[in-house]
């Protein structure tokens, strides 16, 4: 069954440092998305990517936070200066593009398990 | 506003004795979804179920079984004779019309114990 891969599964990374998780969404899919999840508590989304724009952003995706589909295949997520309070598990998910109204099902990956040291 | 609650934190049970996860939503929205999703220990989230507003019919999978009741904003999730490969975090989430993004709930963590 075709799956959404994440690498890397875990990153530690200064405070202040840049960093980029990496997904590689199911290959006929067209709606990509970022969630995260800090430890213990519940996921949240951040961002959700269509037709290689934004197509609806959080509060929670500040300045600091970029997406970009370098290619045919990866979806990026990039945190440009990393804080203590990034450190959480980072899901990317992706769905089929469906008629107006919504609801696809968004299969995730494994999970980046970014640390902030 | 949309909101999802499980009230229900942690849930231990005894292998095959049967559980229900509860969910309760909130949302302004005539035309809706709500899914189920799994979190095992090893972290992936995986995908159960789906169901939109304008379908009530309860389904069934096998141990697993879902009640829709829009009249109580509630959608709950039963495992019939629970096996310790259910131990897990389960997510109930919704997600609207005019909108990709999913809302969760903060999650029922499911024990089975042998």
């Known amino acids: 069954e075709p799956e959404v891969t994440q690498t890397p599964s875990h990153q530690v990374t200064q405070m202040g440092q840049e960093v980029i998780l990496r997904c590689v969404p199911i290959?006929?899919?067209?709606?990509f998305y970022w969630y995260r999840q800090i430890l213990g508590q519940k996921v949240e989304f951040l961002v959700s990517?269509?037709?290689?724009?934004?197509?609806?952003k959080s509060e929670i995706f500040d300045d600091q936070f970029s997406v970009e589909r370098p290619d045919g295949s990866n979806f990026t997520l990039k945190i440009r200066s990393t804080k203590l309070e990034d450190s959480a598990m980072y899901f990317c998910?992706?769905?089929?593009?469906?008629?107006?109204?919504?609801?696809?099902?968004?299969?995730f990956g494994d999970g980046t398990r970014l640390s902030i040291l | 506003a949309q909101k999802v609650t499980q009230a229900q934190t942690e849930i231990s049970v005894v292998e095959k004795e049967d559980v229900t996860l509860d969910c309760v939503y909130e949302?302004?929205?005539?035309?809706?979804?709500l899914f189920w999703y799994k979190q095992p220990p090893s972290g992936e989230l995986v995908f159960l179920i789906r169901?939109?507003?304008?379908?009530?019919q309860n389904e069934i999978s096998g141990r697993y079984s879902w009640n829709f009741q829009k009249s109580t904003s509630s959608f709950n999730f039963t495992i019939t004779a629970s096996q310790v490969v259910d131990s897990a975090v389960y997510f109930c989430?919704?997600?609207?019309?005019?909108?990709?993004?999913?809302?969760f709930g903060t999650g029922t963590r499911l024990q089975v114990f042998p």
């Open positions: 290959s006929n899919h067209l709606y």
């Open positions: 989430a919704l997600s609207e019309s005019n909108t990709d993004k999913l809302i």
């Open positions: 998910a992706s769905s089929e593009l469906y008629p107006p109204g919504g609801g696809q099902p968004q299969h």
């Open positions: 949302t302004r929205d005539t035309t809706y979804y």
């Open positions: 990517f269509y037709n290689n724009e934004i197509s609806e």
């Open positions: 169901r939109n507003s304008f379908d009530e």
